[in-house]
């Protein structure tokens, strides 16, 4: 069985510019949820989306978007780059429902210069 | 306020002994989970254990288990037999579910283990 795949998995942008990261969760999973971990900061959690649908949202501006495909494939979209915005992103997918672990990807790691 | 403390941002481990990682937690939720998460170098982000609130009986997941004290909200990880492959970051996580079905974890700091040969 597949795990979570995340691509790419390096990625150096240049200020002001815009990038897409994309996660494919295992199979069956409709739950994907991205998170930030930075070494300030730690792990953050940006949104989470079920069947196409963004469930919550962290505390991030509104830079930071993300969807959700009906095959539960999900993309997160940062515009107008920071430096700050550098960090390992992270896409977990679960089962919906009380008691079921999230899996995570490998990460994207992002490098803003 | 933090939902998940992490106390020890360090600790080394002898091969072959057992480790106690700290994790306590805040909520006033009822239902909730709770997730031990294992980081090796190369970021990916390990499944190793979870307790539910309700779970009256401590997870244990082969050299893994989790030592939950509900009212104290406390849930430590303890490794045993601890293996050079086990030195990584360690992470403790919680799902607050009785409001929502979202899926949304809280991660404390970690704790870095490093296990001598």
């Known amino acids: 069985k597949a795990g979570v795949t995340q691509t790419p998995r390096y990625l150096i942008k240049t200020r002001g510019q815009q990038v897409t990261l994309s996660c494919s969760p295992i199979?069956?999973?409709?739950?994907v949820s991205w998170y930030q971990q930075t070494p300030g900061q730690g792990l953050q959690f940006l949104f989470e989306y079920f069947s196409e649908t963004q469930r919550n949202k962290g505390n991030f501006p509104g830079r930071f978007s993300g969807r959700q495909f009906s095959n539960s494939r999900s993309e997160m979209n940062v515009s107008t780059l920071e430096l700050g915005d550098s960090a390992l992103y992270l896409c977990a997918s679960s089962f919906s429902g009380t008691g079921v672990s999230a899996f995570f990807g490998q990460g994207t790691r992002l490098t803003v210069v | 306020a933090q939902k998940i403390t992490q106390t020890q941002p360090g600790m080394f481990v002898q091969e072959k002994e057992a480790v106690t990682l700290d994790c306590t937690y805040d909520t006033s939720d009822q239902s909730y989970g709770l997730f031990w998460y294992k980081q090796p170098s190369s970021g990916e982000m390990i499944f190793l254990i979870y307790?539910?609130?309700?779970?009256?009986q401590n997870a244990t997941e082969g050299r893994y288990s989790l030592n939950f004290q509900k009212a104290r909200k406390s849930a430590n990880l303890v490794i045993s037999a601890s293996q050079l492959g086990d030195s990584a970051m360690y992470f403790c996580a919680m799902r607050e579910i009785s409001r929502s079905n979202d899926y949304k974890l809280s991660f404390g700091a970690g704790t870095t283990v490093t296990v001598r040969a």
């Open positions: 307790q539910g609130s309700y779970d009256e």
């Open positions: 199979s069956g999973h409709r739950s």
